[in-house]
């Protein structure tokens, strides 16, 4: 089975740019989280979308918002950046069924805003 | 909500020696509890889970136990070698939602 995917891997951006990542999860997983992960700050939870619905938000400014489609795909959109805003930021799926809590990682996008 | 506190924060063990890394949690409905590693530069990788209805999980060099009364759980390594030097996360979930994450331990093993 494929792992968990993101795009891209790499990215650099200025302040007061907009960014959109990406992510695909393992096939049949219908939950996808996203996280920031920073040196200072470790994973931060950012939301988590299951079955095209928010279920669940952390405490990030509403400039950091995300989607997810039907066949489970999830996107992040970061608006307005700012130089703290650089970043890697990880999304993880899970079935989400009541034994499988299992969390797999993507391997992440570097963020960088200059 | 749930808060996972991780300690210590920096370990360092010789090769051969074992590591232990503990974590707490706030939240009683919590009932999923995975061990992460991440190396440097890399994704982190589930490495060892546990759930409520058990006390103590093992996988060859790495086991973790769990004490619900107490609401803390660890991970402990025995026979470290230099490719278990890492960053270790603890996390605690309720059904596979909410998952919070302690703020990591990095583990270092000296030849």
Same mark, same amino acid.
């Given at each position: 089975?494929?792992?968990?995917?993101?795009?891209?891997? #790499?990215?650099?951006?200025?302040?007061?740019?907009? !960014?959109?990542?990406?992510?695909?999860?393992?096939?049949?997983?219908?939950? !996808?989280?996203?996280?920031?992960?920073?040196?200072?700050?470790?994973?931060?939870?950012?939301?988590?979308?299951?079955?095209?619905?928010?279920?669940?938000?952390?405490?990030?400014?509403?400039?950091?918002?995300?989607?997810?489609?039907?066949?489970?795909?999830?996107?992040?959109?970061?608006?307005?950046?700012?130089?703290?805003?650089?970043?890697?930021?990880?999304?993880?799926?899970?079935?989400?069924?009541?034994?499988?809590?299992?969390? #797999?990682?993507?391997?992440?996008?570097?963020?960088?805003?200059? | 909500?749930?808060?996972?506190?991780?300690?210590?924060?920096?370990?360092? =063990?010789?090769?051969?020696?074992?590591?232990?890394?503990?974590?707490?949690? /706030?939240?009683?409905? /919590?009932?999923?509890?995975?061990?992460?590693?991440?190396?440097?530069?890399?994704?982190?990788?589930?490495?060892?889970?546990?759930? /409520?209805?058990?006390?103590?999980?093992?996988?060859?060099?790495?086991?973790? +136990?769990?004490?619900? +009364?107490?609401?803390? %759980?660890?991970?402990?390594?025995?026979?470290?070698?230099?490719?278990?030097?890492?960053?270790? %996360?603890?996390?605690?979930?309720?059904?596979?939602?909410?998952?919070? %994450?302690?703020?990591? +331990?990095?583990?270092? =093993?000296?030849?």
């Amino acid at each position: 089975k494929a792992g968990v995917t993101q795009t891209p891997r #790499y990215l650099i951006k200025t302040r007061g740019q907009q !960014v959109t990542l990406s992510c695909s999860p393992i096939s049949g997983h219908r939950s !996808v989280s996203w996280y920031q992960q920073t040196p200072g700050q470790g994973l931060q939870f950012l939301f988590e979308y299951f079955s095209e619905t928010q279920r669940n938000k952390g405490n990030f400014p509403g400039r950091f918002s995300g989607r997810q489609f039907s066949n489970s795909r999830s996107e992040m959109n970061v608006s307005t950046l700012e130089l703290g805003d650089s970043a890697l930021y990880l999304c993880a799926s899970s079935w989400s069924g009541r034994d499988k809590e299992t969390q #797999y990682f993507g391997p992440g996008t570097r963020l960088l805003v200059l | 909500g749930e808060n996972v506190e991780q300690h210590p924060s920096t370990l360092s =063990v010789q090769e051969g020696d074992s590591a232990v890394i503990k974590c707490t949690y /706030s939240d009683s409905a /919590s009932n999923y509890f995975p061990w992460y590693k991440q190396e440097l530069g890399k994704r982190p990788q589930l490495i060892i889970d546990i759930r /409520s209805n058990v006390g103590e999980k093992k996988d060859q060099r790495i086991a973790v +136990t769990l004490n619900k +009364t107490a609401k803390h %759980f660890s991970l402990h390594i025995t026979e470290t070698q230099p490719e278990d030097s890492a960053v270790y %996360f603890c996390a605690a979930s309720s059904d596979g939602q909410n998952f919070v %994450f302690g703020p990591g +331990t990095r583990l270092s =093993v000296l030849p």
